[in-house]
């Protein structure tokens, strides 16, 4: 009896193993990589930062100085103005934490900017220029509501000057001139086409707002019209001073102003007499229209901001609630919002109809229709948790919908707390902390489901070297996953890359395993982004090939930051398109 009792709970639990067995068989999910197919452009300009980000932390690809103190920002003294964002104080807040080099020279945010970017081996860099009428002349601090523009505390800005350019520029003369800080700006760095050149310009920031944030220049609301007007003529100095140059129009805020200017005054009669869905399809007609007046592109780039407006079970956007499953569920999701149609997020804009969601197959339609062959950039944007691994996973699930959707820049506005987010873009761009990261052309991939997705890549036509992230967005179960790819090369060794945890560093991992017939089988931690670089032997490295398999990769931590980036030359404007138009990713696909 005792003999049939131990037989019958070996059965038992040999019973338990095999179904464990089976059932952890039944839930691998299955990844398809075909790196002959499927091979699609996109930009490297989409792993960017904002001025003010920490430049030893990320290997960016692209750099932005903006925001709503550059629109009074007199580049002649360095004075600007905080508008709503602080008491409408003139101050010298942009230059006050510069190089100190550049405290007292004209433009010295400006070239404290570039100097940033070129530290950190940055090959693109956008200066935002001014386009709202008034810039600061005084820094006595608040400005009074009686003393407005124009007044003693304000200087006009006027884009052409009536006279030669000044290599020192006049600060009694109360106005500022656009093309001579253009001047002055390629004087000392030379045109966009140079290797030390300003790569492209953007028209101010966010107009839609200016009756907010800057009420003492513009205290009505701004017009359809007048931005188009003021959009034009500063383009076409732009143009005129750099032909080549890139031109990024309009910064709108949000959804609120890709749809109706933020309820500008004259929208509602232009939308109707013209049968556009938004006013995106305005803007974008009008510039076309500019185009052949002008006889010359003067919008390159469609610019607008994005700021996730999904709320978690709390009720709150972009909440710090790391304990809450369903908050931290709720910024996972809230990416889909970007190219799902099927997906609707808790926010005032699902309420409001959400008409324009999916964005980026909107913001195509209207591309495509108004103004072809208009790059797509996002200058500002933020989905929050840069303090948490949950927003690492979905600022890299970000950066593979931008580049699927072929998004031309892209540049997050996150300072405080962001480490996770700059850990995601380091997965993209320096995983090895070599300044070797993913691939630059988009190859085919698939999977049978899971909460994953799956970027996959490989460089220039070369297949011998397969570059695989993938994100895990299950919060507390590890996710077994089963890569298989569809090649005849024959592949026989994957280093691993993570991102997982409590910690915002890359790190590298054991290896793979086997590959066998090109397949193998790894378990990615809950809320993670893990690359795969596999590789094949090369034709002339054949004949060195072992038997005995691929060896063991030793486990450890590779901080991803700029400075352990390999220095690169900042590439004129031809350099850098040929570079894009060979860049590509795309986000893996559920098989149906």
Same mark, same amino acid.
């Given at each position: ?87 409408? *104080?003139? %101050?010298?807040?942009? =230059? ?8 007292? &020279?004209?433009?010295? +945010?400006? @070239? ?118 003021? *959009?034009? %003529?500063?383009?076409? =100095? ?8 890139? &031109?990024?129009?309009? +910064?709108? @805020? ?339």
């Amino acid at each position: 009896m005792r003999f049939l009792g131990k037989a019958a709970a070996f059965t038992i639990i040999l019973g338990v193993v095999m179904s464990t067995s089976a059932y952890a068989e039944s839930n691998i999910v299955e990844i398809t990589v075909t790196p002959s197919e499927g091979h699609k452009a996109v930009s490297p300009y989409i792993y960017g930062v904002n001025s003010g980000v920490d430049m030893s932390a990320v290997s960016a690809k692209s750099f932005r100085l903006g925001g709503n103190r550059l629109s009074a920002y007199n580049w002649e003294n360095n004075l600007s103005n905080a508008g709503s964002d602080w008491h409408n *104080s003139s %101050d010298m807040y942009l =230059v006050q934490n510069v190089a100190e080099e550049f405290r007292d &020279v004209p433009a010295g +945010a400006i @070239f404290n900017a570039a100097y940033d970017a070129r530290k950190g081996n940055v090959p693109y860099t956008l200066i935002t220029l001014q386009m709202l009428g008034y810039v600061s002349s005084d820094k006595s601090g608040s400005v009074p509501e009686e003393s407005a523009a124009p007044s003693d505390y304000w200087f006009k800005v006027v884009n052409r000057k009536d006279g030669d350019f000044s290599a020192d520029p006049d600060l009694t003369d109360n106005e500022v001139y656009m093309d001579e800080l253009l001047n002055y700006l390629i004087t000392n760095f030379g045109k966009s086409d140079t290797e030390t050149g300003i790569k492209a310009y953007a028209l101010d920031n966010e107009p839609a707002l200016w009756r907010h944030t800057h009420s003492l220049v513009q205290s009505e609301p701004l017009s359809c019209a007048e931005l188009m007007e003021k *959009s034009v %003529d500063l383009a076409s =100095v732009v143009k005129d001073m750099d032909g080549g140059a890139e &031109v990024f129009g309009p +910064a709108l @805020f949000g959804y609120s102003a890709y749809d109706s200017l933020g309820g500008a005054p004259d929208w509602a009669e232009l939308k109707r007499e013209n049968g556009y869905r938004w006013f995106i399809d305005y803007y974008l007609d009008e510039m076309r229209k500019s185009e052949t007046e002008n006889g010359k592109r003067l919008l390159d780039v469609l610019d607008l901001h994005y700021y996730t407006e999904a709320k978690g079970a709390c009720g709150e956007r972009m909440c710090g609630h790391y304990d809450n499953d369903d908050c931290i569920k709720a910024r996972l999701d809230s990416v889909r919002s970007l190219y799902d149609p099927d997906y609707r997020e808790n926010s005032w804009i699902t309420d409001t109809g959400a008409e324009f969601f999916p964005l980026l197959p909107n913001i195509q339609q209207s591309v495509d229709e108004y103004y072809p062959d208009t790059k797509i950039a996002f200058t500002e944007y933020d989905f929050g948790g840069g303090d948490h691994i949950s927003g690492g996973v979905c600022e890299a699930d970000v950066l593979g919908i931008f580049a699927e959707y072929g998004v031309y820049f892209a540049t997050i506005w996150s300072f405080d707390n962001n480490a996770f987010q700059l850990g995601a873009i380091n997965m993209f761009t320096n995983c090895d902390g070599a300044g070797n990261g993913f691939g630059d052309t988009l190859v085919k991939s698939e999977h049978s489901g899971g909460d994953i997705s799956v970027y996959s890549s490989i460089d220039g036509e070369d297949e011998n070297t397969v570059k695989i992230i993938v994100t895990n967005r299950s919060i507390h179960d590890d996710t077994p996953v089963s890569i298989t790819l569809s090649s005849d090369k024959a592949y026989e060794s994957a280093e691993v890359y993570s991102l997982y945890g409590d910690s915002p560093l890359v790190r590298k991992l054991g290896g793979a395993g086997e590959i066998t017939e090109n397949r193998f089988t790894y378990t990615l931690p809950a809320l993670s982004v893990t690359e795969f670089v596999v590789s094949a032997p090369r034709v002339s490295e054949i004949s060195d090939i072992s038997l005995d398999g691929a060896s063991e990769i030793s486990s450890e931590s590779v901080e991803s930051g700029g400075n352990n980036a390999l220095p690169f030359a900042i590439g004129g404007v031809a350099a850098v398109g040929a570079a894009a138009a060979a860049t590509a990713v795309i986000r893996g696909k559920k098989k149906r």
